[in-house]
């Protein structure tokens, strides 16, 4: 199996920057893309952002488009999210998955089946 290991998250002031890390380990051969979901309480959870692991592809949910980036090094089997114009709205948990399968559903949180124990970004107003 992988495992993830988000990192980079905490409090930032609405309009500054922040960037998470999440670190691949075990196995990841079968790895088809990575994914950035975020959660805030009492809401679902919701996608963010995906890259394809081989040819890297991109995906944005629509709140990030423009302002957030996703980028991976495979040397370090790590994936990053560059979130960049923040504001409060963006205040969530955010998770980070490994989708291993090719079906269709990349803004789908069914679709990826392992995740990392996730990182709290806040965004003050």
């Known amino acids: 199996q992988v495992q993830l290991v988000e990192s980079g998250g905490g409090l930032v002031q609405a309009g500054g920057s922040l960037r998470l890390s999440c670190a691949a380990s075990?196995?990841?051969?079968?790895?088809?893309?990575m994914g950035w979901f975020r959660q805030a309480p009492g809401k679902e959870r919701k996608f963010v952002a995906a890259?394809?692991?081989?040819?890297?592809?991109?995906y944005y949910g629509d709140s990030v488009k423009g302002r957030f980036t996703i980028f991976r090094d495979i040397a370090k089997n790590t994936v990053y999210l560059q979130m960049d114009s923040l504001v409060p709205e963006d205040t969530a948990v955010y998770y980070c998955?490994?989708?291993?399968?090719?079906?269709?559903?990349?803004?789908?949180?069914?679709?990826?089946?392992?995740w990392g124990q996730g990182t709290q970004v806040t965004v003050s107003s």
């Open positions: 890259i394809t692991w081989s040819g890297g592809s991109t």
């Open positions: 075990g196995r990841t051969v079968n790895v088809y893309a």
């Open positions: 998955a490994a989708k291993v399968t090719v079906v269709p559903g990349m803004t789908l949180p069914s679709r990826y089946s392992v």
